[in-house]
């Protein structure tokens, strides 16, 4: 497949401060490549880079073009902190940016596709702040870019608005525009992102498909079991085989399959020890860049990052945990399972 | 056509944000009608009385106009410019078609229909209320050319402002310091007899002189002079500076 983005050993630095550290990247035509990183990491410096926003050392090229050199008409970009004039409607923005180009998409269809249809005459300046940005990203599709910059799309988007925007993305990712976006959101790159970079410190320290990512950096799946016993659970667990680890007031399974709870449930019934819940969690992209970031979340109760990761399942699109309560009689009581096998296990 | 087409587009949405924001238009035109009003209507002109102001009327016509010809662009660019910066929409327009040299183009196209209200305005005014006679003969038409190439000029200027300025108070700051001397010091409301001998030469440095010696002219009945010819140097040296230093990255 071509390359669509290409930078090789890319260095900027302003002043003392090292931003981009000789990145090396390269980004398929068709691809939707997600790039996430800590604040400060280089993201949006890397997103000028390859713009042609920003002078650096190295070497960058769009479908074979400098940034610079490249028909404008073949890119798009939406920087992190645009914003447009505030007294013009949502319409007249995208007539106006459309304006700047020789062909340009029909208004009504942008606007509609960012389902602006019904605040199209309202002033920016009156929009609420996901509205804004929806202007924002509508702008960026004017010229019907080969590829498209986004940097922070959905910040400050409420979930659905910002699902209605992925709704979006994927759409113009299944006609074959090559997306090129950062975000902090790890469900939004999870979601949209053919694979992922994780840039640190001005240097691309992982790159691959979530999937692979998860793989190699996300540690395995883990049965949480929240009981006032759990010296006699991690003992009556581990009679059945399992790997389980007892902490003050849980026990711990690592690597378990969902199809395993069942039988973690049974082994605890059967030596008659209590739970308060169950919490299953599978490592996430969330993991993956806590992981290699190195960074924590203040307040995660335990190591290794399962209350991180449950809330990263709840906030992402709930596929990633399941909790389940003794008290409720197996019904979940809190964040909705992938598929039911967490409440099925525990039934 | 496509030039045109991206002028166009950068133009009405320019010309849309500076109308809906209605302080900056009432501004824009009260500005000078409070000056026509103190100056013209209240202190009057005293011609045997010496000092400031001792003129026939119509000697203040490009005084007037000056403050619009002069303020208007160099605040609307520069705070333009810095308003763009922060809100990253010369990023924005690095990727477009859309060169710097036409923003500027587009930018002062509105500064001169603007500036063109403001100026029939005033004068409308000065006649009105100053007395001032302004012979009517095929020549005022050059007040146009005139009054375009110093929009023109002072645009580049107002360019250069904002390129400079890291805020938008920073350009109105600087704009400020830089107008109000050239108001006053380039042979407008102050008359060369009136300052030292040492400092004339120094008005013939200011742009905003020939601006003021050619209406003057126009409106008069004076002879005519090179000062438009200079102030279109001038205008071409300023708007192509003022292009090159809009910003194109960070």
């Known amino acids: 497949m071509n390359e669509a983005v290409v930078a090789a050993d890319v260095r900027k630095q302003y002043g003392e ?14 691809e939707v490549f997600g790039l996430i990183g800590p604040n400060g990491a280089g993201k949006t410096t890397l997103v000028r880079a390859l713009t042609g926003t920003t002078a650096v050392d190295g070497e960058v090229s769009v479908h074979g073009e400098t940034p610079t050199g490249i028909d404008a008409d073949r890119i798009g970009l939406l920087p992190q902190s645009f914003a447009p004039p505030a007294r013009l409607t949502a319409r007249e923005l995208v007539d106006y940016y459309g304006g700047l180009y020789d062909s340009a998409r029909d208004t009504d269809d942008i606007l509609a596709t960012v389902g602006l249809e019904n605040d199209a005459d309202s002033w920016y300046e009156t929009l609420s702040g996901g509205q804004q940005r929806r202007v924002c990203v509508g702008i960026a599709l004017v010229n019907n870019p080969d590829v498209l910059f986004l940097d922070e799309p959905t910040t400050g988007i409420d979930p659905a608005g910002r699902r209605s925007l992925w709704s979006v993305l994927e759409g113009l990712a299944e006609g074959g525009t090559t997306i090129f976006l950062t975000s902090h959101s790890m469900a939004e790159v999870e979601r949209l992102a053919d694979r992922v970079g994780l840039l640190q410190d001005g240097r691309l320290v992982a790159v691959g498909s979530p999937a692979e990512l998860i793989d190699s950096h996300g540690g395995g799946s883990r049965l949480v079991i929240e009981t006032d016993d759990s010296s006699a659970a991690a003992d009556a667990l581990a009679a059945e085989g399992f790997e389980a680890t007892a902490e003050p007031t849980t026990v711990v399974i690592a690597g378990v399959s969902p199809v395993d709870i069942g039988d973690a449930v049974a082994a605890l019934s059967a030596a008659d020890v209590g739970y308060e819940s169950l919490t299953w969690t599978e490592p996430s992209l969330e993991d993956v860049y806590l992981q290699l ?23 992402a699109s709930a596929t990633q945990a399941g909790t389940v309560s003794q008290d409720s009689a197996g019904s979940q009581d809190s964040t909705a399972p992938q598929d039911g096998t967490a409440q099925e296990g525990a039934r | 056509m496509s030039r045109a087409r991206r002028i166009r587009a950068e133009a009405v949405g320019a010309w849309h944000s500076f109308l809906r924001r209605r302080t900056a238009v009432f501004f824009t035109f009260f500005f000078p009608v409070l000056l026509v009003v103190i100056f013209g209507a209240l202190v009057r002109t005293q011609p045997t009385g010496g000092g400031l102001f001792a003129e026939p009327a119509a000697y203040y016509v490009p005084g007037y106009l000056a403050t619009v010809v002069l303020f208007t662009p160099l605040s609307r660019v520069g705070s333009e410019i810095a308003r763009h910066r922060d809100d990253s929409r010369f990023e924005k327009l690095a990727t477009t078609p859309l060169g710097r040299a036409e923003w500027l183009i587009a930018h002062t196209l509105v500064n001169i229909a603007i500036i063109g209200l403001a100026s029939l305005l005033i004068l409308g005014l000065v006649v009105a209320l100053t007395g001032a006679v302004i012979p009517l003969t095929p020549r005022l038409a050059l007040l146009a050319p005139f009054t375009v190439a110093a929009v023109v000029l002072f645009c580049g200027f107002g360019a250069i402002l904002g390129r400079l300025s890291s805020t938008q108070d920073g350009v109105i700051a600087a704009s400020n310091t830089i107008a109000f001397p050239l108001l006053f010091l380039s042979d407008t409301f102050v008359t060369l007899d009136q300052l030292p001998p040492w400092f004339a030469p120094l008005v013939d440095l200011s742009p905003l002189t020939y601006f003021a010696r050619g209406v003057r002219a126009v409106t008069t009945g004076e002879p005519a002079t090179p000062a438009l ?19 194109r990255t960070d």
């Open chain 1, 17 to 30: 401060t090292v931003a981009l550290d000789g990145v090396d990247l390269s980004v398929a035509d068709g």
């Open chain 1, 293 to 315: 970031t190195g960074e924590t979340f203040e307040g995660a109760a335990t190591p290794g990052g399962s209350v991180v990761a449950e809330q990263t399942a709840g906030d």
């Open chain 2, 229 to 247: 010819g200079v102030l279109a140097v001038l205008a071409v040296i300023f708007f192509v500076a003022g292009a090159y230093a809009i910003p």
